[in-house]
T-cell receptor, first 118, second 112 residues
Framework: SAVISQKPSRDICQRGTSLTIQCQVD?????MFWYRQQPGQSLTLIAT?????????ESGFVIDKFPISRPNLTFSTLTVSNMSPEDSSIYLC???????????????FGPGTRLLVL | AQSVAQPEDQVNVAEGNPLTVKCTYS??????LFWYVQYPNRGLQFLLK??????LVKGSYGFEAEFNKSQTSFHLKKPSALVSDSALYFC??????????FGKGNQVVVIP
């Protein structure tokens, strides 16, 4: 499996500001994902971040609002820009990890960043 | 499009009783199915997956799931529920873009 950490674990931010969330994984992975989980909701994929290429955004999410960096195979950042109260959510980093023996791929998740925008 | 459905919002079960969390899927081709659990104020933890092989899949914390092709189901089960199993459970399927599509989640409440 993969061990994933996120910083910060939670934050309270003012409307109009930006917050950058960091995701660190303990092994090299090709594919990293960023999800949003709004209160009482399921997970929605924001974008896929592959090292060495631009992030691929899902419908309804744009780079200007959620810029992503992927400087190497163990790290990524997601920025939530020009925040509004509607951005209050849990933001989760996820990686796809391939087992060394079976080569089966499984997605593992970080602990999440709980964001409240006032 | 690949999708999963979790028909119940909340599952209440007495401690020590069997626990079942339901999931049905809709896919074209072979389904890759997953169960995750989210404890309060935590991220998602991987429980188990079905890729191929035995229909009964065993996972973490004593959970298992049975893949049923004829009923297009992948229900999560535990023979004897613990209070500590109270959490949010998500079923997911890998879609054609190799992305996970999640169900809405089921809140499990184990009553002491």
């Amino acid at each position: 499996s993969a061990v994933i950490s996120q910083k910060p674990s939670r934050d309270i931010c003012q409307r109009g500001t930006s917050l950058t969330i960091q995701c660190q994984v303990d092994s090299q992975v090709t594919m990293m994902f960023w999800y949003r989980q709004q209160p009482g909701q399921s997970l929605t994929l924001i974008a896929t971040a592959n090292q060495g290429s631009e992030a691929t955004y899902e419908s309804g999410f744009v780079i200007d609002k959620f810029p992503i960096s992927r400087p190497n195979l163990t790290f990524s950042t997601l920025t939530v820009s020009n925040m509004s109260p509607e951005d209050s959510s849990i933001y989760l980093c996820s990686v796809e990890h391939r087992a060394t023996i079976s080569y089966q791929e499984t997605q593992y998740f970080g602990p999440g960043t709980r964001l409240l925008v006032l | 499009a690949q999708s999963v459905a979790q028909p119940e919002d909340q599952v209440n079960v007495a401690e020590g009783n069997p626990l079942t969390v339901k999931c049905t899927y809709s896919v074209s081709g072979n389904p890759y199915l997953f169960w995750y659990v989210q404890y309060p104020n935590r991220g998602l933890q991987f429980l188990l997956k079905y890729i191929t092989g035995d229909n009964l899949v065993k996972g973490s914390y004593g959970f298992e799931a049975e893949f049923n092709k004829s009923q297009t189901s992948f229900h999560l089960k535990k023979p004897s529920a613990l209070v500590s199993d109270s959490a949010l459970y998500f079923c997911a399927v890998r879609n054609g873009n190799n992305r996970l599509a999640f169900g809405k989640g089921n809140q499990v409440v184990v009553i002491p």
